[in-house]
């Protein structure tokens, strides 16, 4: 079994910053891939940032030149938010991919207020 505990969501003005961070731990054998969705009210889930085992990263045109992901070791990931905007709002997963499956944290909060 995984498990992915994300930290790091909470309310902050248009134009701040917050970091998220998200631990794996379970039974974890090759990662392939870990990153960042997010759900808004009303919408798809949505990707935000991958990042692969190799270290190749990938975004959303909507967060390019703002958000950051990385990676401190094989189990864990972060996202850097910059300049935040009320089109942020939404709940953000994070996401690992392995031996073909994907596994999902139950998400945190970001509210971006205006």
């Known amino acids: 079994q995984v498990q992915l505990v994300e930290s790091g969501g909470g309310l902050v003005q248009a134009g701040g910053s917050l970091r998220l961070s998200c631990a794996a731990s379970g039974s974890i054998f090759r990662i392939n891939r870990m990153g960042w969705y997010r759900q808004a009210p009303g919408k798809q889930r949505e990707l935000v940032a991958t990042i692969r085992s190799g270290g190749s990263t990938n975004y959303a045109d909507s967060v390019k030149g703002r958000f950051t992901i990385s990676r401190d070791n094989a189990k864990e990931v972060y996202l850097q938010m910059n300049s935040l905007k009320p089109e942020d709002t939404a709940v953000y997963y994070c996401?690992?991919?392995?031996?073909?499956?994907?596994?999902w944290g139950q998400g945190t909060q970001v509210t971006v207020s205006s």
């Open positions: 996401n690992l991919y392995m031996l073909g499956s994907n596994y």
